[in-house]
């Protein structure tokens, strides 16, 4: 990296950080010692994101594998941080045996999970644990959050829109069964966030209603609860392909025509999920509220509203 004035900084690893091409350029690199790797240690199945190396097998087969990536690594400029390294067991009782093997190293081994790519890996406890954590530190950000939308609602409606509940829906994407950890942070953002930003409570009715997309009359703020196992089949759908070649240890990408027809598909199901959603609230609406979403939305993208709707509010 260079600094105005003429200094200059060196990468350990070849890379710049805020390089647009660093992440690609740093994955290119790593190609030819995963193929060492596999060369060395064919039966340990390897995943890699940048300088995040995971290996899965047999105990002994690891060792050796791990012994290889830090021996071969800092030929390729990869150089392995043992201090922040983890063996996740599977069965708590290969614990004595893991020790063993692995002993001589820094690498930290655990029999209950850890956090892997900000999503957790391991025993149910664990996820449960993680996800409640994550949970209590969102309901404290909403609370912050509800605070500024008394005084600035449009702000943080932005600020919810746009950055946090895109932190959720990560999670949502990669934990199986999120939804069971969720209900308090539905209750902050139904108690706390959106009263703060219409100026009164909320009814069961309104809150359904505010759940739809903006396209369709809401506010695009989805019940959490709801939303989580939606967004889980979504995720695990469209990345079965590259799922797939991971599990067969391919070196090739996924067909981009599989893969486009794997996204439409997700898009149509996730669509016709969406309409009849809509369709079903707003069948549940009262005449009143029904009225005043149509007036509304009346001159502007009112699509969702179909003429049965119009009838039955009219002849209301």
């Given at each position: 990296m260079f600094v105005t004035g003429g200094a200059e900084l060196s990468s350990r690893e070849g890379t710049t950080q805020g390089d647009p091409l660093a992440m690609s350029f740093y994955g290119l690199s790593t190609v030819p010692l995963q193929q060492k790797l596999r060369d060395i240690e064919s039966e340990i199945l390897q995943v890699w994101l940048a300088d995040d190396a995971t290996g899965a097998g047999k105990l002994r087969k690891l060792r050796r594998w791990w012994d290889a990536i830090i021996a071969i690594g800092a030929m390729y400029g990869y150089y392995v941080n043992e201090d922040k390294s983890w063996l996740i067991l599977k069965d708590p009782e290969h614990l004595e045996?893991?020790?063993?093997?692995?002993?001589?190293?820094?690498?930290?081994?655990?029999?209950?999970?850890?956090?892997?790519?900000?999503?957790?890996?391991?025993?149910?406890?664990?996820?449960?644990?993680?996800?409640?954590?994550?949970?209590?530190?969102?309901?404290?950000?909403?609370?912050?959050?509800?605070e500024f939308a008394r005084s600035q609602p449009h702000a943080a409606y932005a600020a919810y829109i746009h950055g946090e509940q895109h932190r959720f829906r990560f999670f949502m994407r990669t934990i199986p069964g999120m939804e069971e950890y969720l209900k308090p942070l539905d209750d902050a953002i139904n108690l706390r966030l959106i009263p703060a930003l219409v100026g009164n409570d909320l009814n069961n009715e309104e809150r359904a209603l505010f759940s739809l997309p903006t396209r369709d009359g809401g506010m695009g703020i989805p019940i959490l609860t709801e939303a989580a196992p939606t967004e889980f089949i979504s995720s695990t759908t469209v990345n079965a392909p590259l799922a797939a070649i991971i599990a067969l240890q391919e070196t090739e990408l996924p067909d981009e025509n599989v893969v486009r027809?794997?996204?439409?598909?997700?898009?149509?199901?996730?669509?016709?999920?969406?309409?009849?959603?809509?369709?079903?609230?707003?069948?549940?609406?009262?005449?009143?509220?029904?009225?005043?979403v149509t007036q509304a939305w009346e001159k502007g993208a009112s699509n969702w509203l179909s003429s049965d709707h119009l009838m039955r509010m009219d002849s209301s």
């Open positions: 045996l893991a020790r063993e093997i692995f002993s001589g190293t820094n690498i930290k081994i655990t029999t209950a999970g850890k956090r892997h790519l900000g999503a957790s890996l391991g025993s149910m406890e664990f996820r449960a644990e993680y996800a409640s954590e994550k949970v209590d530190k969102w309901c404290r950000e909403i609370e912050r959050l509800s027809d794997v996204v439409q598909e997700d898009r149509r199901r996730r669509a016709a999920d969406s309409k009849n959603k809509t369709k079903r609230i707003i069948n549940t609406l009262s005449a009143s509220t029904l009225r005043a």
